[in-house]
């Protein structure tokens, strides 16, 4: 900070210096716990991927602790889910309480769900499993075999472990960064540092994002990138941004605030209707979300598998749709 001439406050400063104490601790914690899992996986014959958080930390920042991170975001076969959850629990891992936790496993499998699981001793420690890179309920699918015969080795601290390609990476930042409604300032800052690596490989990025057909949704990043950076990453230096609505609610003084105009029921419905590309697509999309077929009708609110959460699930459910009639949709997503 010194070298940069900027100047704080007292208070800032102190802040400043325990965040990166705190953000350095965190990276120790990691690193000793992902050798031992990393260890814990041979021993089972487990295949998995790291991916995002320490991932990143540790290839695209210029320092590690500068990318604050809360757990290890782990990809696994469906058929390994079991040995995974018995191995992390023998860990002392508990199930994080949300959602999905109320389902069996043949519906986290069926639906990729994402399982969350803690530890508090010996230190606090997040591990999320992820059978897929997103669910089936999301807008985007991407082909998780396509990722997996596209992976890379990686260093940490002497140990290595396997993530993906470059390529791969750049494309899941952009999702990502959108996935959670588009109001997470640090997420567009990782897609930044990764498009903007020397070694990833154009054509190879351009071919994926139309293999997964994320023209709209990178045409949105590029814009609020521009907006937020001054200019675009390496990758889509030269990439021509298109018009796009001069009201729109995705724009970088949105994100800088941390503000989200929608409850996230409204948003989850809505906010995909800027980025998913063509009508046709748009209003299937809208129309799974408010007539679910029948096979996700029985899974999630009559078969036998609902389980206690039924209720909570289709409240949920009921106000995302009470929100989308009840607010002037027309006016705001006419495009």
């Known amino acids: 900070l010194a070298d940069t001439g900027v100047h704080f406050d ?15 601790s965190r990276v120790m914690v990691y690193e000793h716990y992902l050798k031992h899992l990393d260890d814990l996986m041979q021993s089972y014959s487990v295949d998995y991927r790291l991916l995002k958080g320490i991932v990143t ?30 191995l992390l629990e023998k860990d002392s891992f508990k199930h994080a309480d949300d959602l999905y936790r109320v389902f069996p496993d043949e519906i986290i499998q069926k639906y990729s769900f994402a399982q969350h699981f803690l530890r508090s001793e010996p230190n606090n420690v997040a591990v999320d499993l992820h059978l897929n890179m997103s669910s089936r309920l999301h807008p985007f699918q991407f082909d998780s075999d396509d990722f997996w015969d596209s992976s890379i080795s990686f260093q940490l601290d002497g140990h290595e472990l396997k993530t993906f390609d470059p390529e791969h990476q ?47 949704l990178l045409n949105y990043y590029a814009s ?9 990453p390496a990758v889509i230096g030269d990439y021509r941004i298109e018009d796009r609505e001069a009201h729109s609610l995705i724009n970088s003084q949105a ?15 809505l906010l995909p209707m800027y980025y998913l590309k063509g009508p046709f697509v748009r209003f299937g999309f809208l129309w799974r979300q408010l007539f679910p077929p029948m096979e996700t009708v029985r899974d999630f609110y009559v078969g036998k598998n609902s389980g206690k959460g039924v209720f909570r699930y289709a409240k949920l459910r009921c106000k995302a749709i009470s929100d989308l009639c009840l607010n002037k949709t027309k006016e705001e997503y006419s495009s």
């Open 10 to 24: 007292p208070e800032t400063l102190a802040n400043l210096k325990s965040y990166t104490l705190l953000n350095i």
């Open 57 to 86: 930390a540790k290839s695209v920042y210029p320092e590690d602790y500068l990318r604050a991170f809360g757990d290890a975001d782990i990809l696994i076969r469906p058929e390994n889910l079991k040995t995974v959850e018995a």
């Open 170 to 216: 750049g494309v899941y930042a952009i999702y990502h960064a959108f996935k959670h409604y588009f109001f997470k300032l640090i997420w567009f800052i990782d897609a930044f540092q990764l498009l903007d690596r020397a070694d990833l490989d154009r054509r190879k990025f351009q071919a994926l994002i139309k293999k997964y057909k994320l023209s709209k």
């Open 224 to 232: 609020i990138t521009l907006e937020l950076f001054g200019r675009l």
């Open 255 to 269: 994100i800088l605030s941390g503000f989200l105009p929608y409850s996230p029921s409204r948003a989850r419905l």
